[in-house]
């Protein structure tokens, strides 16, 4: 399954991952992503390769202008 991790530069970047399982929306990975990396887990139209994405970190802001 290909996920989106967003690097230091605040860019996507699509890496392809082996998915032990799924509960519901969560994927369970055996290996690939390492701590306090930021993935991105909104499904976004036409997502390119190093297009510039604003992180949200706090999900009571997401929706919100």
């Known amino acids: 399954k ?6 230091e530069e605040n860019r996507l970047q699509f890496r392809n991952e082996d998915i032990l399982k799924t509960v519901g929306e969560e994927d369970y990975v055996a290996y690939g992503i ?6 991105c887990l909104s499904s976004l139209n036409k997502a390119v390769r190093g297009m510039v994405v604003q992180p949200v970190t706090d999900t009571s802001r997401v929706g919100s202008s």
């Open 34 to 39: 390492s701590d306090g990396e930021n993935l």
């Open 2 to 7: 290909q996920v989106y991790v967003v690097d």
